[in-house]
Nanobody, 122 residues
Framework: QVQLVESGGGLVQAGGSLRLSCAAS????????MGWFRQAPGKEREFVAA????????YYADSVKGRFTISRDNAKRTVYLQMNNLKPEDTADYYC???????????????WGQGTQVTVSS
């Protein structure tokens, strides 16, 4: 089993940066693919980025390519999402998730954090 706790959200102006962290506990973390998803008010949860269990493979939604970077440190049991050049449309609750593959589908992830809020002002 994996427990996940996100942090690093907040209020930032458009063009600014934030780094989200997801601290994991549980013996299977290092063998889990990790993903970041987000959900804006009134919208469905959408894929943002994913990283393979070893960290060598990464995937991004088209809307964040070139601006966001996902990474992981298995020794620290932590996954990061560096977000640069933030836009108002990036405003959402951000969730990290653990699963068996680096999928874009929420249903492929078994464990979820409680989320951290990101608000980008124009």
């Amino acid at each position: 089993q994996v427990q996940l706790v996100e942090s690093g959200g907040g209020l930032v102006q458009a063009g600014g940066s934030l780094r989200l962290s997801c601290a994991a506990s549980g013996r299977t973390f290092s063998k889990s693919a990790m993903g970041w998803f987000r959900q804006a008010p009134g919208k469905e949860r959408e894929f943002v980025a994913a990283v393979s269990w070893g960290g060598s493979l990464t995937y991004y939604a088209d809307s964040v390519k070139g601006r966001f970077t996902i990474s992981r440190d298995n020794a620290k049991r932590t996954v990061y999402l560096q977000m640069n050049n933030l836009k108002p449309e990036d405003t959402a609750d951000y969730y990290c998730a653990a699963g068996t593959s680096s999928s874009t589908r929420p249903s492929d992830y078994n464990y979820w954090g409680q989320g951290t809020q990101v608000t980008v002002s124009s």
